[in-house]
């Protein structure tokens, strides 16, 4: 990876920015050691960079609940500032579930958002959406998804990024892949994302798809009590909130909001224990 000179620039700098919303801040993969409870694909991929080649900074922006819009007013000027040679853009999915959202319009933005970023000289990683098979309510948003989807891909191929098709991913038609929400990622899905992006990238890694056993089929009274859970749980709070105008992310800063430089060993979280071991000392408290 040393020799490869999409990763860094010309000074040697290695600095990773991850631009998103929920998708790529980590939510359904919890960890409560690490900023805002998850940890996900993005702190992943910026481990396995650290481990092979060390020297990687890393930031993550991403907020749960961001639409396109607010990728673009809260997140790009704060990423470029910090001149990455590596950045990650999943972002619009969230538009797709809106109501009244004007698909032409939304690509335009993504299209131009992209070339900000493209032009920087970073290699930029984008994302297609994989088809959720939630429920049938949501099978009238496929035509949207095929949109965003045929567009991610013909502006990849423009831009010169690099594209990872997360609609072809075969694994993901497994219901373990996914959270309790069905929406996000489960910690093995975020797992697996991060062994296909860093395929991408071409970074060595030992990741690998989870030998499960067969699903076990449910019986009719099971998948009825897990629906009304579902849907009690999830789509009822969902449907709360866009009614009252707020969202998860609303409280919420981002996790990684500065570069900070990966460990080699133990990884993030190895930020966090002496982040803690600073905060209790003698010193810290005044004592």
């Known amino acids: 990876m040393g020799s490869n000179p999409l990763l860094s620039d010309r000074e040697g700098r290695r600095v990773f920015v991850a631009l998103g919303d929920s998708f790529t801040e980590g939510v359904g993969d919890r960890d409560e050691r690490l900023p805002n409870g998850v940890r996900g694909w993005a702190d992943r991929v910026a481990e396995r960079l650290a481990k092979a080649e060390p020297g990687w900074e890393y930031a993550n922006l991403a907020i749960r609940s961001k639409r396109l819009r607010h990728v673009i007013t809260e997140q790009l000027e704060p990423a470029l500032a910090m001149k990455p040679t590596l950045i990650t853009l999943y972002a619009g999915g969230n538009d797709i579930l809106d109501i009244g959202t004007d698909m ?140 009252r105008g707020v969202t998860l992310g609303d409280t919420l800063a981002p996790r990684w909001p500065e570069p900070v430089k990966v460990p080699r060993k133990r990884g993030l979280k190895k930020l966090m224990d002496r982040d803690a071991v600073l905060k209790n000392s003698p010193k810290a408290s005044g004592l």
């Open 104 to 243: 032409a319009a939304l690509m335009d933005e993504y299209e131009d958002l992209v070339a900000r970023l493209a032009g920087t000289g970073a290699t930029v990683v984008l994302f297609t959406g994989f088809d959720v098979k939630v429920s049938a309510v949501l099978e009238l948003l496929k035509k949207r998804n095929t949109v965003y989807n045929e567009r991610v891909r013909e502006i990849a191929a423009r831009y010169g990024t690099v594209l990872v098709d997360y609609w072809c991913l075969d694994a993901f038609h497994d219901r373990r892949m996914w959270d309790s929400d069905r929406l996000h990622m489960s910690k093995a899905g975020h797992k697996y994302l991060a062994g296909q992006v860093l395929d991408q990238l071409g970074v060595p890694h030992k990741i690998r798809l989870k030998d499960w056993d067969p699903p076990v089929r449910l019986s009719l009274r099971e998948w009825e009590q897990r629906q009304r859970r579902w849907v009690n749980d999830w789509v009822l709070p969902l449907f709360g909130r866009k009614i």
